[in-house]
T-cell receptor, first 113, second 112 residues
Framework: AQSVTQPDIHITVSEGASLELRCNYS??????LFWYVQSPGQGLQLLLK??????LVQGIKGFEAEFKRSQSSFNLRKPSVHWSDAAEYFC???????????FGAGTRLFVKA | SQTIHQWPATLVQPVGSPLSLECTVE??????LYWYRQAAGRGLQLLFY??????ISSEVPQNLSASRPQDRQFILSSKKLLLSDSGFYLC???????????FGEGSWLTVV
C-alpha cells in the first residue's frame, strides 16, 4: 500500500538551531516527492520538490531535502531555524499528473526563543 | 504566473443548509483541479479531483459533490450540510502532465 509517514507529530527547536523533519514513504513506482508548509489558517505552500536527478534539493526559505532511495526517506533540513518557521510541515509523495499524491499527517514545528 | 483563488474564506452555516465553495485558477489552461478537506489536527483528505470539464472523480463517499462548469472553475457543493462537514477546505491545481500540486488559501466551514 502507498503511504507517507511523518514520525514526529510535533518538534520544538530553539531559534538558531538546526532542524530535520523526517519523512518515510512507501510507493510502488519511482515517486515524486514534496514538502509543503502551512501556517495557521492558510493554504499549503510548496517548499521544494524532487522528481529526479541530484538527490539533494534546495527550496525556498533556506530549506533543503535529501532523497535516499535505500531508506525510502525524504527528510527536510534547515541549518538555522527562525521564529517565523513555526508552522506545520507536510511531506507528500506522488507521480505525474498529481491526482495520486499522498500527504503525510504533518509535523508541527514550534520554535522557542 | 498562475494564481488560485477560493471563496468564501470563512463560512458558518446551520445544519441542513446548502453549501457552495468556489475556486478559480488563472494563468494556466486545462489544469487538474482538486478539493481537499483538512479536519482539525489532521492531514489532508482528497475529496474530488477533475481532469477536465464535467470530468469529476470522487475519492470518498460523502455528503458533498463537485462540479467543473468551466475549464478553470471548480465548485464544491452540498444540498444539506452535516455537523461532520465542518473543516478547512482547500482547492488546488496541478499541470496535467506534471505532478506538483498548488493550493489556494482555504475556506473555513463551521456547521452549527
Amino acid at each position: 500500500a502507498q503511504s507517507v509517514t511523518q514520525p514526529d507529530i510535533h518538534i520544538t527547536v530553539s531559534e538558531g538551531a538546526s532542524l530535520e523533519l523526517r519523512c518515510n514513504y512507501s510507493y510502488g513506482a519511482t515517486p515524486y516527492l514534496f514538502w509543503y508548509v502551512q501556517s495557521p489558517g492558510q493554504g499549503l505552500q510548496l517548499l521544494l520538490k524532487y522528481f529526479s536527478g541530484d538527490t539533494l534539493v534546495q527550496g525556498i526559505k533556506g530549506f533543503e531535502a535529501e532523497f535516499k532511495r535505500s531508506q525510502s526517506s525524504f527528510n527536510l533540513r534547515k541549518p538555522s531555524v527562525h521564529w517565523s518557521d513555526a508552522a506545520e510541515y507536510f511531506c507528500a509523495v506522488g507521480r505525474k499528473g498529481g491526482f495520486k499524491t499522498i500527504f503525510g499527517a504533518g509535523t508541527r514545528l514550534f520554535v522557542k526563543a | 504566473s498562475q494564481t488560485i483563488h477560493q471563496w468564501p474564506a470563512t463560512l458558518v452555516q446551520p445544519v441542513g443548509s446548502p453549501l457552495s465553495l468556489e475556486c478559480t485558477v488563472e494563468g494556466t489552461s486545462n489544469p487538474n483541479l482538486y478539493w481537499y478537506r483538512q479536519a482539525a489536527g489532521r492531514g489532508l483528505q482528497l475529496l474530488f479531483y477533475s481532469i477536465g470539464i464535467d470530468q469529476i472523480s470522487s475519492e470518498v463517499p460523502q455528503n458533498l459533490s463537485a462540479s467543473r462548469p468551466q475549464d478553470r472553475q471548480f465548485i464544491l457543493s452540498s444540498k444539506k450540510l452535516l455537523l461532520s462537514d465542518s473543516g478547512f477546505y482547500l482547492c488546488a491545481w496541478s499541470v496535467q502532465l506534471e505532478g506538483t500540486i498548488y493550493f489556494g488559501e482555504g475556506s473555513w466551514l463551521t456547521v452549527v
